[in-house]
């Protein structure tokens, strides 16, 4: 199972990027069902608050989307001889931290989006207290559902993986970082050389980004007793596709529309922001994309035929134009 050959297959081959996206589809909806006694009950609290907090939650968490990170979880467990359904707590914690994230990096004092997954961001819809107690609350539950749904011999790594993931070492420290280079908190990088600039954006997004990859099919393979060269393999595999995704999501911020991004596009190069087209083009980060989805499918290939949709997904993932 070659990367090169897989990416050939793909390339010339439509037909594999809709099955792959039906695939998607399909996890999100064990996810949804997964989600529902939550979304339809009802908080006890009387006050007029509660429903708008349900409410503000519905709206994140059912918006459009393409639900990688969980879709990574299912898929993980899958290509460690698990199932599905032995691993839905898992992959909707995931999407919970993932969704309370975006609500809060959406903020005005963050990225001051008002656009997320083809509608108004959380702050927007609402009102920015909402949005900052929708996000908490998002992020608690995340670790509640983790440690209930998972087994009970890995349900504390379980929680001990996704907190490192989410946490100051990760991705709330490299948004840190990336605002911090954004606000001129640090050293400013715009005059250090390409090579320099490189790394230091790829560390960051191997956290802000790529870190909540990598738990998310760790997470797939604690739900299914996967093997620790099962784990390594799908380890390497997330830290190459958290990079793949991030250029991918780069070039589509210069080449994308906001109809089919379901964000607002331009927006990095109208504050002067750092990102992988900026520094070595739109032809060279996509090629450093493929080179990386390649990588990540040498790194998942020691599993063998039951990974073959994560290989073809990083693959779609830097080829997708929404």
Known sequence: MAGCQIADNL??????????????????????SFMDPFLSGTLTNSSGSVPRLLDAIRHVLLAPGKRLRPALTLWAASAC???????????TAVEMIHAYSLVHDDLPAMDDDDLRRGQPTCHRAFDEATAILCGDALQAFAYEILAKGMPKSVAGDAC???????????LVGGQMDD??????????MTAAPTSEKIAWLERIHSRKTGALFSAALELGALAAGGSDDQRAALSSYGHSFGLAF???DDLLDVEGSEVSVGKRVGKDAARGKLTFPSILGVEASRKRALTLANDAASAISKIGAPAEDLVRLAFWIVSRNH
């Open 11 to 32: 390339a010339s081959s439509p037909e594999d990027s809709v099955a792959l996206d039906a695939q998607i589809q399909e996890s999100l909806s064990l996810v949804r």
């Open 81 to 91: 001889g698990g199932t599905w359904e032995s691993a839905a707590s898992a992959a």
């Open 160 to 170: 001990v993986v996704l907190a490192q993931a989410a946490g100051k070492d990760a």
């Open 179 to 188: 605002l911090a280079a954004e606000r001129g908190w640090i050293e400013d």
């Open 246 to 248: 991030q250029i991918a």
